[in-house]
């Protein structure tokens, strides 16, 4: 899976945007977008990119767009990115003079787009490694473009990818009867459901069987794998205030996945609270020095 070079810009042609914001913003997300934390003058470039990722994945989401009209506008953000036109999605025109202005690669965008294109016609992941393979395209270039924007070395790619799937696969945990639901998606590798004599319809119950407990722990354990690489983030990590942002979302990654493992989210969203959060910043706290 690669950035796609086979762009068309057939949407954009007309200059009308084929961005439909849902309404949702960055106080929607479990994890700090561009918080405090984040040095003042980069605030805007983190803030640029994630408002590009937000646009796309409200495309890919869409319930009202055909899988045909969905593909046509993420690829005319791609052309809009990388400046073959100009017009048509105020997201990526904003996202290319950042990164102009920054020196940092598109790719980080563009391997984005990927993932959603895949979101459109991808709906089932056959194992873990498949799964794997999504977050490099859907999670991991966020923490990329971060660290890349920080001016950081690529030694931080590693645990950055970790986390970054980590958050992505309890993301997946979270909204899994939601997400077969609206979208008819499912991230729980599907040979670990025929394992324990199940099928993605089990995941529509309106609360977890033991079986299904059985499943869901398998990838919390997984999870637990990255959360373990993840902790090598904040001590590679050379600006100051990034290490602290880095440190408190690896720890709320370990406190959601301890939730997960107690909670039922069929029956319910488990979610992180605000004692979780003040939790986690008190542990990132310790590396301010």
């Known amino acids: 899976m690669i950035a796609n070079d086979n762009t068309s810009p057939t949407r954009a042609k007309s200059g009308k945007s084929v961005e439909a914001w849902s309404g949702k913003d960055k106080g929607d997300e479990n994890f700090p977008v561009a918080s405090l934390l984040i040095a003042k003058p980069l605030r805007a470039r983190v803030h640029a990119y994630y408002d590009f990722a937000r646009n796309a994945d409200d495309i890919s989401d869409s319930a009202t767009l055909s899988p045909e009209e969905k593909l046509e506008r993420l690829n005319a953000m791609e052309v809009v990115l990388t400046g073959a036109l100009d017009t048509g999605s105020p997201s990526a025109t904003r996202l290319r003079q950042s990164l102009a202005e920054s020196g940092v690669s598109?790719?980080?965008?563009?391997?984005?787009?990927t993932a959603f294109r895949q979101d459109v016609v991808k709906h089932r992941y056959e194992n873990w490694g498949e799964l794997m393979h999504y977050c490099r395209y859907s999670a991991a270039p966020v923490g990329r473009y971060v660290l890349d924007v920080h001016g950081e070395s690529h030694d931080t790619w590693a645990p950055s990818d970790a986390l970054c799937a980590s958050l992505q696969v309890l993301n997946h945990l979270q909204d899994c009867a939601k997400d077969l639901r609206d979208l008819d998606r499912c991230y729980v590798p599907q040979d670990?459901?025929?394992?324990?004599?199940?099928?993605?319809?089990?995941?529509?119950r309106p609360e977890t069987v033991p079986a299904l407990r059985t499943v869901f722990d398998k990838m919390l354990d997984a999870t637990e794998t990255l959360n373990r690489t993840a902790a090598e983030l904040p001590r590679r990590v050379k600006s100051r205030r990034l290490r602290i942002e880095t440190a408190i979302i690896c720890a709320l990654a370990n406190r959601l996945t301890t939730k997960l493992r107690h909670?039922?989210?069929?029956?319910?969203?488990?979610?992180?609270?605000?004692?979780?959060?003040?939790?986690?910043?008190?542990?990132?706290?310790?590396?301010?020095?």
């Open 192 to 204: 670990w459901l025929r394992e324990a004599g199940l099928t993605t319809d089990d995941i529509a």
């Open 263 to 289: 909670g039922d989210p069929l029956a319910t969203r488990v979610k992180l609270s605000k004692l979780d959060v003040l939790a986690a910043t008190l542990l990132g706290l310790r590396y301010v020095p």
């Open 106 to 113: 598109n790719i980080h965008a563009r391997e984005l787009l």
